[in-house]
Nanobody, 129 residues
C-alpha cells in the first residue's frame, strides 16, 4: 500500500521556522519525484517545491525561494521541507505528493504540469502575526 505521511506542521509566530517531513512507503522512492503543495483556505492549491528521487533535480517556487529548502534522506524514504522566516501568508495545509521521475524532464515540470499519482493527507501550518 502506497503511503505518504506528512508531519511537522503546527503553530508558529511570524519569522519562525518549521520542518515538515514526508515519509513515503509502498513504492520505489528513488524512482519518484516528491513535491510539496500547499492550500490556504479559499485559495487554489499551489506548488511549493520538488525533488527527484536521485536528488539530481530540485526546484522551489519564487514565492518561497530563499526561505524554504527541500532535502531528502533516501535511506529513510523521507523528504524534508525546511521553512524559515515564515510569514502569515505561508499559513496553509501542506501536502506532499509523488509522481514517477520522468526521464529528460525536470521536477519543475512535474511540479507545475503533472497530475500527481499519490498524495498525503496534509499537515497544517499556521503562522501568526
Amino acid at each position: 500500500e502506497v503511503q505518504l505521511v506528512e508531519s511537522g506542521g503546527g503553530l508558529v509566530q511570524a519569522g519562525g521556522s518549521l520542518r515538515l517531513s514526508c515519509a513515503a512507503s509502498g513504492f520505489t522512492f528513488d524512482d519518484y519525484t516528491i513535491s510539496w503543495f500547499r492550500q490556504a483556505p479559499g485559495k487554489e492549491r499551489e506548488g511549493v517545491s520538488c525533488i527527484s528521487g536521485n536528488g539530481d533535480s530540485t526546484y522551489t517556487e519564487n514565492s518561497v525561494k530563499g526561505r524554504f529548502t527541500l532535502s531528502s534522506d533516501n535511506a529513510k524514504n523521507t523528504v524534508y521541507l525546511q521553512m524559515n522566516s515564515l510569514k502569515p501568508e505561508d499559513s496553509a495545509v501542506y501536502y506532499c505528493a509523488a509522481y514517477p521521475t520522468v526521464s529528460g524532464s525536470t521536477c519543475r515540470r512535474i511540479l507545475r504540469y503533472y497530475a500527481m499519482d499519490y498524495w498525503g493527507k496534509g499537515t497544517l501550518v499556521t503562522v501568526s502575526s
